[in-house]
C-alpha cells in the first residue's frame, strides 16, 4: 500500500474531516459566480513525532519560508508539570521536554531545525505569539505578554537581527516608538515594510521599515486614529458580556487586533477577532470595506488570522475560526464565508482553539492549535 493510500485509508478509519463533511455554511455559491471551491483532506501522519522526548506546547504561529519549509512557535511555558515531567527537578517521569519554541518541518514532516528563546542583544516575549518568515526568509516574532512591547527579527539560523520597541516602554495606541502585546505581522516585499498587528493591548496596524525598524504610519478601525478611551466590544481578549451584534459595528478595533496579511494586489487584510470581523486597507491606512464572519459569536471571536489562496487571483481567504472550531473559506471580494471544513475534537481534522494559519506554494494549509490544542496540521490541497 502506497503512503498516499494509507494516509486515506486512516482518516477513513478515524473519521477525520475531509473538505467540510462535519458541516458546511449554506451559501448561494453560483449564484456569487463561484464555480469552483477548494477542497482539503487532512494528512494524519503529518508532522512525524519528534526527537528528544520533546513535546509541543500551545502553538501560537505557523508560516512557510521559500523553500516550502513550515515554521512554528510554540510557547513551551503552557506544558504542565505532567506534560514536562522529564524536565523536572528531580524528574518526575521518562517523558517529556519542552521542544524549543521555533520548530522547522519539511514537507514530509520531518523536524529540520529548532531555536529560539532568551538570549544577548535583545527581549524575548513572555509569552510567545505570532511568527511569520519573509520574502528573505528572515524569521519575525511576536508576545502577548503584559511587558510584551516589541517584536524581533531573526535571521533563519536562529541569529539575532533587529528588535522593534522595548518591554514595558508602551504609551498606548498612538505610540509610535513601541509595541503592547503585538500578535503578529506580515512583510511587504515591495516597500519592505512590516505591519504589525497591534494587537492585544493595542488598537491597531502599525507599519515600520523592516530593516531599520524606523517608523512610518499606524491607523485604527475604518482608517481613524486609535483611541483607547473610545468604548469597545470586550474586555482584552474576549467578548463583552454587553456585546450585542445587532448593533452598529465597533468605530474602533477591539483587542485583539489578532492578524495582518497583503494580497498580491496590494490591500491590507486585518483580523479583528473579538469584533468578529475583516477590514481591509490600501497600504497608506485608506479603509476600503468590510465583512463579518459568525457576527454572533462570543468568547475569543471569529476571525484569528488570515491566509490567501494560491490561484492567481487569490480569490479565496482562508480564516482560522478558533471559536466556533472550523477553517472558513472567504470570498476575498466579499469577504462572505462560502464554505468551510473542521468541527471541534481532538482528531486529525477536527479542532481544539485553532489559532494559526499559512499555506505552503502547493495550496496545502496548516494549523497551529493554542490552549490546550497544542497541535500542529496539515490539510493537503485536493483542488477545487
Known sequence: MTRSKFVVAVAILLGVAVAGVYFKQTVAVEAQGITAIPQFQVDPLWPKPLPNKWLMG????????????????????????????????????????????????????????????????????????????????NVWIAGNGGNDHQVLKFA??????????????????????????????????????????????????????????????????????????????????????????????ARQFSKAVHGVAISEDRLVYVADRVNNRVQVFQTDGTFVREGFVDKATRGFGSVFELAFSKDQQQQFIYNPNGMNQSIDILERDSLEVIDRFGQGGRYPGQFFSVHSITVDSHGNIYTGETLEGKRLQRFVFQGS
Not at 513550515?70 to 508539570?81: E, F, V
Not at 507599519?207 to 483607547?228: K, Q
Not at 458580556?241 to 459595528?249: I, Q, R, V
Open 58 to 137: 500551545s502553538v501560537i504561529g505557523v508560516s512557510v519560508d521559500s523553500s516550502d519549509r513550515i515554521w512554528m512557535l510554540h510557547r513551551p511555558s503552557s506544558l504542565s508539570n505532567n506534560e514536562r515531567a522529564a524536565a523536572l527537578d528531580p524528574p518526575w517521569a521518562a517523558c517529556c521536554i519542552p521542544a524549543p519554541p521555533i520548530l522547522v518541518f519539511d514537507q514530509e514532516g520531518n523536524l529540520v531545525d529548532s531555536w529560539g528563546g532568551p538570549g544577548e542583544g535583545y527581549e524575548w516575549p513572555q509569552s510567545e505569539h505570532g511568527l511569520y518568515v519573509d520574502y528573505k526568509d
Open 156 to 249: 533563519q539560523d536562529g541569529r539575532f537581527l533587529l528588535q522593534i520597541g522595548r518591554s514595558g516602554m508602551s504609551q498606548g495606541s498612538n505610540d509610535t516608538a513601541n509595541l503592547r502585546q503585538p500578535t503578529t505581522m506580515t512583510v511587504d516585499a515591495i516597500d519592505d515594510e512590516v505591519y504589525v498587528a497591534d494587537g492585544y493591548g493595542n488598537r491597531r496596524v502599525i507599519v515600520f521599515d523592516a530593516e531599520t525598524g524606523d517608523y512610518r504610519r499606524h491607523w485604527g478601525a475604518y482608517g481613524n486614529r486609535p483611541d483607547d478611551n473610545d468604548p469597545y466590544n470586550g474586555s482584552g481578549a474576549t467578548v463583552g458580556a454587553d456585546y450585542d451584534p445587532a448593533l452598529p459595528p
